[in-house]
Protein backbone atom coordinates (compact mmCIF):
# COMPACT_ATOMS: atom_id res chain seq x y z
CA UNK A 1 0.00 0.00 0.00
CA UNK A 2 2.80 2.36 0.63
CA UNK A 3 4.16 1.93 -2.73
CA UNK A 4 0.93 3.02 -4.09
CA UNK A 5 0.48 6.16 -1.98
CA UNK A 6 3.89 7.51 -3.41
CA UNK A 7 2.79 6.70 -6.78
CA UNK A 8 -0.39 8.59 -6.05
CA UNK A 9 1.46 11.45 -4.92
CA UNK A 10 3.77 11.40 -7.70
CA UNK A 11 1.20 11.23 -10.58
CA UNK A 12 -0.64 14.07 -8.73
CA UNK A 13 2.58 16.45 -8.65
CA UNK A 14 2.81 15.61 -12.33
CA UNK A 15 -0.65 16.57 -13.16
CA UNK A 16 0.24 20.04 -11.26
CA UNK A 17 3.76 20.55 -12.87
CA UNK A 18 2.35 20.12 -16.50
CA UNK A 19 0.13 22.51 -15.39
CA UNK A 20 2.91 24.86 -14.28
CA UNK A 21 4.81 24.49 -17.51
CA UNK A 22 2.20 25.72 -19.85
CA UNK A 23 1.50 28.34 -17.84
CA UNK A 24 5.43 29.09 -18.38
CA UNK A 25 5.28 28.21 -21.56
CA UNK A 26 2.62 30.41 -22.36
CA UNK A 27 4.79 33.68 -20.76
CA UNK A 28 7.53 32.47 -22.33
CA UNK A 29 9.33 32.17 -19.59
CA UNK A 30 12.31 29.61 -19.32
CA UNK A 31 12.21 27.90 -16.19
CA UNK A 32 15.29 25.82 -15.08
CA UNK A 33 15.10 23.87 -11.82
CA UNK A 34 18.61 24.01 -9.91
CA UNK A 35 19.28 20.86 -7.93
CA UNK A 36 22.73 20.22 -5.72
CA UNK A 37 23.88 19.02 -2.52
CA UNK A 38 24.39 21.44 0.41
CA UNK A 39 27.01 24.12 -0.31
CA UNK A 40 27.65 23.17 -3.59
CA UNK A 41 27.04 27.09 -4.57
CA UNK A 42 24.10 27.22 -6.50
CA UNK A 43 23.07 30.81 -5.06
CA UNK A 44 26.80 31.86 -5.60
CA UNK A 45 25.91 30.75 -9.12
CA UNK A 46 22.74 32.36 -9.16
CA UNK A 47 24.14 36.02 -7.92
CA UNK A 48 27.06 36.23 -10.55
CA UNK A 49 24.73 34.73 -13.25
CA UNK A 50 22.13 37.68 -12.05
CA UNK A 51 24.92 40.56 -11.82
CA UNK A 52 26.40 39.70 -15.29
CA UNK A 53 23.61 39.12 -17.28
CA UNK A 54 20.86 41.67 -16.21
CA UNK A 55 21.36 43.90 -18.43
CA UNK A 56 19.85 41.56 -20.97
CA UNK A 57 17.26 39.71 -19.27
CA UNK A 58 15.22 39.85 -17.10
CA UNK A 59 15.70 37.14 -13.95
CA UNK A 60 13.57 35.88 -11.14
CA UNK A 61 14.22 33.27 -8.96
CA UNK A 62 12.20 30.90 -6.68
CA UNK A 63 14.31 29.81 -3.57
CA UNK A 64 13.86 26.60 -1.98
CA UNK A 65 15.32 26.34 1.45
CA UNK A 66 13.92 24.02 4.88
CA UNK A 67 14.30 27.29 6.94
CA UNK A 68 15.11 31.24 6.84
CA UNK A 69 15.35 33.53 3.78
CA UNK A 70 19.30 34.24 3.41
CA UNK A 71 19.19 32.85 -0.28
CA UNK A 72 16.26 34.76 -1.10
CA UNK A 73 17.98 37.81 0.31
CA UNK A 74 21.12 37.56 -1.62
CA UNK A 75 19.58 37.10 -5.22
CA UNK A 76 17.71 40.51 -4.15
CA UNK A 77 21.05 42.65 -3.06
CA UNK A 78 22.48 40.98 -6.63
CA UNK A 79 19.45 42.57 -8.67
CA UNK A 80 16.98 39.92 -9.58
CA UNK A 81 13.35 39.62 -8.23
CA UNK A 82 13.64 36.51 -5.48
CA UNK A 83 10.15 34.68 -3.83
CA UNK A 84 11.50 32.22 -1.10
CA UNK A 85 9.77 29.19 -0.28
CA UNK A 86 10.61 27.31 3.20
CA UNK A 87 9.28 24.12 3.00
CA UNK A 88 9.32 23.77 7.12
CA UNK A 89 11.37 20.54 7.53
CA UNK A 90 10.31 19.21 3.76
CA UNK A 91 13.27 17.81 1.69
CA UNK A 92 12.54 18.85 -1.62
CA UNK A 93 10.08 21.30 -3.49
CA UNK A 94 7.28 20.44 -5.17
CA UNK A 95 4.77 21.53 -8.37
CA UNK A 96 2.12 22.35 -5.71
CA UNK A 97 4.65 24.65 -4.30
CA UNK A 98 5.89 26.54 -7.11
CA UNK A 99 2.03 26.71 -8.48
CA UNK A 100 1.12 28.77 -5.74
CA UNK A 101 4.26 31.22 -5.84
CA UNK A 102 3.56 31.48 -9.55
CA UNK A 103 0.13 32.95 -8.98
CA UNK A 104 1.66 35.70 -7.40
CA UNK A 105 3.91 36.53 -9.89
CA UNK A 106 3.53 38.67 -13.12
CA UNK A 107 5.12 35.69 -15.16
CA UNK A 108 5.37 37.88 -19.08
CA UNK A 109 7.36 40.27 -17.15
CA UNK A 110 10.00 37.49 -17.25
CA UNK A 111 12.59 35.65 -19.80
CA UNK A 112 14.37 33.17 -16.94
CA UNK A 113 12.87 31.73 -13.97
CA UNK A 114 14.96 29.75 -11.79
CA UNK A 115 13.97 27.84 -8.88
CA UNK A 116 16.44 27.00 -6.65
CA UNK A 117 15.73 23.64 -5.34
CA UNK A 118 16.30 22.09 -1.43
CA UNK A 119 20.26 21.07 -1.07
CA UNK A 120 19.21 17.41 -1.42
CA UNK A 121 21.24 14.52 -3.84
CA UNK A 122 18.16 12.53 -3.48
CA UNK A 123 14.67 13.10 -3.71
CA UNK A 124 14.32 16.36 -5.63
CA UNK A 125 15.07 14.19 -8.75
CA UNK A 126 11.67 12.47 -8.21
CA UNK A 127 9.39 15.52 -8.58
CA UNK A 128 8.85 17.69 -11.96
CA UNK A 129 8.02 21.28 -11.17
CA UNK A 130 6.69 22.29 -14.91
CA UNK A 131 10.75 23.41 -15.19
CA UNK A 132 11.72 23.42 -19.22
CA UNK A 133 15.47 21.90 -18.26
CA UNK A 134 16.83 20.30 -14.56
CA UNK A 135 20.43 21.72 -14.14
CA UNK A 136 22.43 20.59 -11.28
CA UNK A 137 25.62 21.96 -9.68
CA UNK A 138 28.19 19.67 -8.27
CA UNK A 139 31.29 21.00 -6.53
CA UNK A 140 34.62 19.93 -6.73
CA UNK A 141 35.30 19.27 -3.11
CA UNK A 142 32.24 17.12 -2.85
CA UNK A 143 34.29 14.47 -4.83
CA UNK A 144 34.60 12.40 -8.24
CA UNK A 145 31.90 9.63 -6.51
CA UNK A 146 29.07 11.37 -6.28
CA UNK A 147 27.71 11.12 -9.91
CA UNK A 148 28.02 7.27 -9.53
CA UNK A 149 26.68 7.64 -5.57
CA UNK A 150 23.50 9.71 -6.19
CA UNK A 151 22.93 8.31 -10.47
CA UNK A 152 18.85 9.36 -10.38
CA UNK A 153 19.94 13.18 -10.47
CA UNK A 154 22.19 12.91 -12.41
CA UNK A 155 20.08 10.84 -15.16
CA UNK A 156 17.17 13.38 -14.92
CA UNK A 157 19.74 16.56 -15.71
CA UNK A 158 20.61 18.00 -18.96
CA UNK A 159 23.16 20.06 -17.57
CA UNK A 160 25.91 19.56 -14.82
CA UNK A 161 27.81 22.48 -13.54
CA UNK A 162 31.07 21.75 -12.23
CA UNK A 163 31.39 24.37 -10.00
CA UNK A 164 34.74 25.41 -7.56
CA UNK A 165 37.25 24.55 -10.20
CA UNK A 166 39.25 26.99 -8.68
CA UNK A 167 39.67 25.28 -5.97
CA UNK A 168 40.78 21.77 -7.71
CA UNK A 169 44.44 21.81 -7.17
CA UNK A 170 44.55 22.41 -3.55
CA UNK A 171 41.90 19.76 -3.36
CA UNK A 172 44.29 17.78 -5.65
CA UNK A 173 41.71 16.79 -7.88
CA UNK A 174 41.36 16.98 -11.79
CA UNK A 175 38.39 18.55 -13.44
CA UNK A 176 38.97 15.91 -16.45
CA UNK A 177 37.56 12.51 -13.89
CA UNK A 178 34.71 14.78 -12.88
CA UNK A 179 33.75 14.59 -16.84
CA UNK A 180 34.44 11.10 -16.77
CA UNK A 181 32.43 9.90 -13.42
CA UNK A 182 29.23 12.09 -15.20
CA UNK A 183 29.77 10.62 -18.45
CA UNK A 184 29.38 6.77 -17.01
CA UNK A 185 26.41 7.46 -15.10
CA UNK A 186 24.54 10.12 -18.16
CA UNK A 187 26.34 10.15 -21.63
CA UNK A 188 24.27 12.92 -22.99
CA UNK A 189 24.72 15.23 -19.84
CA UNK A 190 26.58 18.57 -21.17
CA UNK A 191 29.45 19.23 -18.43
CA UNK A 192 30.49 23.12 -17.93
CA UNK A 193 33.11 23.49 -15.57
CA UNK A 194 32.91 26.90 -13.55
CA UNK A 195 33.90 28.84 -10.89
CA UNK A 196 31.23 31.29 -9.46
CA UNK A 197 34.12 32.70 -7.30
CA UNK A 198 36.44 34.07 -10.23
CA UNK A 199 33.80 33.93 -13.33
CA UNK A 200 36.04 31.57 -15.05
CA UNK A 201 33.82 28.97 -17.59
CA UNK A 202 30.65 30.82 -17.17
CA UNK A 203 30.68 32.43 -20.92
CA UNK A 204 29.22 28.66 -22.01
CA UNK A 205 26.46 28.76 -19.27
CA UNK A 206 25.29 32.27 -20.17
CA UNK A 207 25.09 31.18 -23.92
CA UNK A 208 23.25 27.91 -22.95
CA UNK A 209 20.90 29.94 -20.95
CA UNK A 210 20.44 32.85 -23.87
CA UNK A 211 19.65 29.71 -25.77
CA UNK A 212 16.64 28.47 -24.06
CA UNK A 213 15.38 31.69 -23.45
CA UNK A 214 15.67 32.29 -27.41
CA UNK A 215 13.52 28.88 -27.46
CA UNK A 216 10.95 30.22 -25.59
CA UNK A 217 10.19 33.23 -27.82
CA UNK A 218 7.40 32.92 -29.97
MG1 LIG B 1 21.43 28.30 -1.75
ZN1 LIG C 1 12.44 15.15 -0.20
Redesign the pocket.
Known amino acids: MKVKLSQDVLQANEAIAEVNAARLREAGVFAVDMMSSPGSG ?2 TILERTIDDLSDRLEIAVI ?1 G ?1 VSTTR ?1 AERIEEAGADAVQINTGGACHLDANMIRDVLDDMELAGYDVLFI ?1 NI ?1 NLVCPAGYVLGEAERVMVLSTPEGTDKPAKYPAMFRTCSVALLNKIDLSEALGVDDQEFVEEIGMVNPHMKVMSVSALTGEGMEEWYDWLQDGVNSMRK
Open positions: KTVDDEG
